[in-house]
């Protein structure tokens, strides 16, 4: 099953695409997570997200995970970084020393991911295997007590903005209780039973949900039509300002930024507005270009120390 943007009034339709490949047999995935991780010691550990799935990624994601020494608690955040377009697939792990040294210098859990949307064939999707990869990770994670599992944040430079902005809209349980009720009936299922189904053939609950505190787009590219809709759920609007006004949304343009990002970062704000009736916070950097600087850190960080 293939989601991609739609309203409610084409429902019917997707019903029927929906009761066509619901039957097929739901696909593995693993992550073997390190000893030292699971003992909540300080160090960088390599992880393998497996899925024969992933519409990219050749069945692999790739993270880093780093912990720096005296980080590790409940109360500290956890930052899920998705690199800009590069075509190194190692850069996750060998390139990213900038945002190493901001986990030591502002204290949090690190996890670096291969983005899939710059290191495939430049299909969007690719930035779903990111996505799905890091919330398996975060949901094997999360009673290690390495982190605060409240306070994940995705982030990303240029096209990993856009990446985390997916990462955040995409990894949302849209359901509430009227559509759970409708597909509840469409399929003939336990109301108990209705998210688990829902996301059965691409990868399961642990795969597509987490809920994130927030996230930062810096200098981060968008494209309509590749969030997704629910589309069982009718009040969409109303759904979504629930689901996300209390969280950091956070973007980062420069006033001397490439042409790309000062047409499209205003696109993505606007999609809040329109869609969850949410004012994201948008702040456009005098003076910069197209680099991630340590205002524009700074400016995010402020708003995760105070959540």
């Not at 190493?100 to 779903?128: E, H, M």
């Not at 982030?155 to 759970?180: C, H, K, M, P, R």
Request: proline residues 4%; negative net charge; charged residues 25%.
């Amino acid at each position: 099953m293939r989601k991609t943007f739609c309203r409610p009034s084409i429902c019917a339709a997707l019903l029927f695409l929906f009761s066509s490949v619901i039957t097929s047999t739901t696909l593995a995935q693993t992550v073997s997570i390190p000893s030292g991780l699971k003992d909540a010691r300080p160090g960088t550990y390599d992880l393998t997200v497996r899925y024969s799935g992933y519409d990219q990624a050749p069945g692999a994601v790739k993270a880093m995970v780093y912990v720096p020494e005296g980080v590790v608690g409940e109360d500290r955040p956890v930052i899920v970084f998705f690199h800009g377009n590069t075509r190194d697939r190692k850069y996750y792990r060998d390139s990213v020393a900038y945002m190493t040294a901001r986990a030591d210098k502002y204290k949090f859990t690190l996890i670096s991911v291969q983005n899939w949307w710059s290191l495939g064939n430049g299909d969007v999707r690719g930035a779903n295997d990111s996505r799905r990869a890091v919330n398996l990770i975060l949901n094997q994670l999360k009673d290690e007590d390495l982190f605060d599992p409240e306070k994940a944040y995705p982030i990303g430079f240029s096209a990993g903005g856009y990446v985390a902005v997916l990462a955040f809209l995409n990894s949302l349980n849209q359901f509430e209780d009227q559509s759970i009720s409708l597909y509840s009936y469409e399929f003939e299922i336990d109301e108990d039973d209705v998210v688990a189904h829902y996301y059965s053939q691409v990868g399961g609950l642990e795969m597509n949900l987490y809920d994130y505190a927030g996230f930062a787009s810096f200098k981060g590219n968008y494209y309509e039509g590749y969030v997704d809709m629910n589309p069982f759920v009718e009040e969409y609007q109303e759904r979504w300002n629930m689901l996300v006004r209390e969280k950091t949304l956070f973007f980062a343009v420069g006033e001397n930024d490439v042409p790309r990002v000062k047409q499209q970062a205003p696109q993505a704000a606007d999609f809040f507005r329109m869609y969850a009736k949410v004012e994201p916070v948008y702040k456009v950097y005098p003076g910069e270009g197209h680099n991630l600087s340590e205002a524009n850190w700074n400016d995010f960080w402020k708003l995760v120390e105070a959540d």
